[in-house]
């Protein structure tokens, strides 16, 4: 569950930490004083979009950031995406700067992305957008397949796999569609690329070689005049190279060498140096003899290597690539020579592979159905138990003309609302705030089917008041009874039913405006609850009767919400 909110520099938030308890943790406040802001805090930190704008006046950075405690069954899904626990609890963390952002999990750095993904399986946000989320057929499949669970799951991966198998088969298959003409055109042109490539007998590394050589070529005049300098400067022919002038340092030590016996190390240094002079000077003379710089030579490079650049201008930009390049066509020649073949094998597989699909989208559909029935029955109590005395809802299914990724049903929820009247698409008839009830309804039949801690209702009790804003806060109490739920409301029948009451307020000091948020004690609760029953003059009676709006709805939840005493507020 969500053990903790702080919210820092955030638009009129200047620094606020909430810590929430389990059940029904309500928030209210007048108009304007920040309640999407506090919103717009717990989607930052999970990676959501946020413009830089929200940074409040004068401050540097926002940051927002959110503690949660996990089941076994969630620890699981985020150690697969590589995170765990820090004394129990996982700290989702993020900065926003002028120009960047930084997100954190745990204090380890992470994409918003993978923040993003890991909160899905902690928190779930129900907010006026998704109740139009609920009109579109995707949508509605998808709750059909969250309610039928692992079931519904395993099948779904399986026609997944089977979809892509049989959609890469059946590209493969419509793009091979050569004719006689075609085909020989074809062939033509890969024996000519093969044959090409064939004739020039390429060796690895032979192009590395040619471009040494060529080097050598291009400048043949420097290295032969470098060469002949060298040997005349360290020579013994010349009567002024180095060797001769050694040879005659060598023969003067040699003459007193005998008078001093301190000489001989000099001597046998200088020695080395005249042998080694000796050594180099034939070496220098044999590497001049060997090479040659003919014009011949010359052109038979660069003719060679002008042939491996056009080769790899076409076909890759290394020899091996070059070389592999031959084999793909190679084996596309093999190919071709028993292209009829090769099609209706290639059709046969794409025709296996599509009775697979089928097959799978078959058991896929079948699971739906079952679960659909039992799902829509579900929803129809809890929506009965929301204010729809004589709904009816139904889960109708049609079969596509076509495969998805997702099989091939069409999912399309029907309701009617009013006795006599037939059940039409939800999209037709639902109001805004028949939305919402249906849309909790589908929250409170599913809160037992997943493993997320903690459930968030922005605007919930949108287009509602009086006895069916009562049913609504009785059944957000029954969800509050499995998971943590917060909850953002105007209305005070919901509000009663807190098992936790947070004022969000704003407030004006030294010229500045900001937001903060506080927990609620028993008797501010009750202040609360006159505000929101009686607006800005709070009476004596308008008081009375929020203590027994609040005594009534305890009563209620203790008594047990599926037992619901009436209320009349």
């Known amino acids: 569950m969500l053990v903790s909110l702080m919210v820092k520099n955030l638009a009129l938030i200047e620094s606020a930490e909430v810590t929430f308890g389990k059940g029904l943790n309500i928030l209210s406040g007048e108009t304007g004083a920040g309640k999407s802001i506090l919103m717009g805090s717990v989607n930052m930190a999970l990676g959501g979009k946020v413009s830089r704008d929200v940074i409040r006046t004068g401050a540097d950075y926002a940051y927002a950031e959110l503690t949660f405690t996990a089941e ?35 204090g380890e750095s992470c994409s918003a992305a993978v923040m993003k993904q890991a909160g899905e399986y902690l928190l779930d946000i129900h907010g006026q957008n998704e109740n139009q989320t609920l009109m579109k057929a995707q949508r509605q499949l998808e709750l059909v397949d969250a309610y039928a669970g692992d079931a519904a799951a395993a099948a779904l991966a399986k026609v997944q796999k089977c979809y892509a198998e049989y959609q890469s088969l059946r590209k493969e298959w419509e793009e091979e569609t050569m004719d006689a003409a075609q085909l020989a055109r074809e062939v033509s042109f890969a024996q000519f690329e093969v044959q090409e490539i064939q004739d020039a007998a390429l060796r690895p590394g032979e192009d ?21 300098t060298a040997y005349a400067q360290t020579g013994y022919d010349s009567g002024s190279g180095a060797g001769e002038a050694v040879g005659r340092a060598v023969r003067a030590l040699s003459g007193v060498i005998a008078y001093d016996k301190g000489l001989e190390g ?34 038979t490079v660069e003719e060679r290597l002008n042939l491996i650049n056009h080769l790899k201008d076409k076909y890759g930009s290394t020899i091996e690539k070059i070389q592999s390049y031959c084999q793909e066509k190679e084996s596309y020649l093999e190919k071709l020579a028993s292209y009829e073949t090769y099609r209706q094998e290639l059709k046969a597989k ?77 999209k037709e008839v639902a109001s805004g705030g028949e939305l919402s009830r249906i849309m909790l309804a589908v929250k409170a039949v599913l809160a037992d089917r997943d493993a997320i801690g903690t459930q968030i209702f922005d605007e919930i009790d949108a287009g509602i008041s009086g006895r069916t804003a009562q049913k609504v806060s009785e059944k957000l109490s029954v969800i509050a009874g499995r ?83 009436e209320l009349s507020y």
């Open 483 to 565: 998971r943590q739920v917060i909850c953002i409301t105007h209305l005070p029948q919901i509000a009663a039913m807190a098992d936790a009451h947070f004022l969000i307020e704003k407030q004006v000091e030294a010229g500045s405006t900001h937001t903060v948020i506080r927990a609620l004690d028993h008797e501010e609760e009750t202040v609360e609850l006159a505000r929101m029953l009686g607006g800005v003059r709070i009476t004596d009676a308008v008081l009375q009767n929020a203590r027994e709006m609040k005594e009534l709805a305890d009563r209620t939840k203790n008594n047990g919400c599926e037992n619901q005493t």
């Open 266 to 299: 000099l001597h046998e240094q200088l020695m080395t140096i005249d042998s080694l002079l000796n050594d180099f000077n034939r070496e220098l003379q044999d590497y001049a003899d060997a090479v040659t710089f003919g014009q011949e030579d010359f052109y």
């Open 208 to 228: 590395e070689e040619l471009e040494e050589q060529y080097r050598k070529l291009t400048h043949a005049k420097s290295i032969a005049e470098a060469l002949e």
């Open 72 to 106: 076994p069954g969630v620890q699981k899904c985020l150690a697969d995406l590589d995170i765990y626990p820090e004394d129990g609890v996982y700290v989702f963390s993020r900065k926003l700067m002028g120009t960047r952002s930084i997100c954190r999990i745990n």
């Open 350 to 426: 794409t025709d296996a592979a599509e009775k697979k699909l089928a097959e799978a989208s078959k058991k896929l559909s079948g699971i739906r159905q079952k679960a659909a029935a039992q799902f829509a029955t579900e929803v129809r109590h809890a929506l009965e138990d929301l204010n729809f005395p004589a709904v009816c809802f139904e889960i109708r299914f049609e079969t596509l003309d076509h495969y998805t990724v997702g099989g091939t049903d069409g999912v399309t929820f029907y309701i009617s609302t009013n006795p006599g009247q037939p059940a039409r698409p939800l």
